[in-house]
């Protein structure tokens, strides 16, 4: 690969400096492309993530997959919770222990949010699928609410849980 | 050579690349599922608002409960194939290397498949046998 603009700064008439040059590259090029293949190289990436504004839609969006698999995880929980029920009482007991537990009160309370803020997120996505509320006013003005009555009802319902 | 008219090639076409056509159907059950779970989920989290559940007495004669056995059974069947087509998603999205993601892929969907038979196994062992 000539590096054109290296290349196109060489005069015309410094013909012999270009194929020296042009010669300089086709060597490089080969001992690279013997020990890395084509394939293989490592090429620069511009940055993405590391400098993109987070901004309400794109965080409400990778929240929402959050929140979907921090839902199944503590699906997997209600069964053992359920499963714990048919293995007898001391079961129960040590899963309610488990549950009454620090960390069982962190887990409770981020599978609570996470069920509140993806069904709603979940109903604002099959508004979208309809058609409906896609102008980004609306998609910011919905996501705020979004957030508002997720935040309300898993405020209420640890509230009540947890009295 | 110029009379193949389609966009694959045809070595693509023998390794298999290209749509699965299996998409449209995903986002549609991704739909229906998310409407059933939307239905069956409402009254359980109402009567789970409060910490009666913890006890083994209340959760016991609450799972055998006839309306209440039933909306779990169809709950953890809507909920987990809900969430097998997300997980797929996923892991379709972010795991590039081939065997990596083959790997994981049929792991979720095996262990989604077998926490759902776990729950209405669960369930059905409370209502009948107690």
């Known amino acids: 690969m000539l590096c054109n603009e290296v290349f196109q700064k060489i005069p015309l008439h410094f013909s012999s400096l270009r194929l020296l040059y042009s010669n300089m590259l086709i060597m490089v090029d080969i001992t690279m492309s013997e020990n890395n293949p084509v394939e293989l190289r490592e090429r620069p990436l511009s940055p993405h993530l590391s400098i993109y504004k ?3 839609t794109s965080v409400m969006s990778i929240m929402h997959r959050l929140t979907g698999i921090c839902l199944l995880l503590g699906l997997f929980l209600d ?40 069904l709603c997120n979940g109903i604002r996505h099959l508004f979208w699928d309809t058609g409906k509320g896609l102008e980004l006013p609306c998609v910011r003005k919905s996501g705020i609410l979004v957030l508002v009555i997720s935040i309300t009802l898993s405020i209420i319902t640890l509230i009540s849980f947890y009295s | 050579m110029s009379d193949n008219k389609s966009f694959l090639s045809p070595i693509s076409k023998i390794k298999g690349l290209g749509s699965a056509k299996e998409g449209s159907h995903h986002w549609l059950m991704q739909r229906i599922t998310a409407i059933a779970i939307l239905a069956l989920i409402i009254p359980f989290a109402c009567h789970f608002a409060d910490s009666k559940i913890l006890t083994y007495e209340y959760a016991l004669e609450f799972m055998k409960k006839p309306f209440v056995a039933l909306g779990g059974i169809l709950l953890y069947i809507a909920a987990f194939y809900h969430g097998a087509l997300g997980i797929r998603v996923i892991i379709e ?11 994981m892929l049929i792991a979720s969907q095996l262990l989604c498949f077998a926490g759902a038979a776990t729950g209405v196994f669960a369930i059905l062992s409370i209502y009948f046998k107690g």
């Open chain 1, 54 to 56: 987070p901004q309400i």
């Open chain 1, 79 to 118: 069964v053992a919770f359920v499963f714990a029920l048919v293995c007898g009482e001391e079961t129960f007991n040590s899963m309610v222990a488990f549950i009454n537990s620090f960390f069982g009160k962190l887990i409770v309370t981020g599978f609570v949010f996470s069920l509140y803020y993806h």
């Open chain 2, 93 to 103: 999205d972010y795991i590039h290397k081939k065997c990596i993601k083959m790997a």
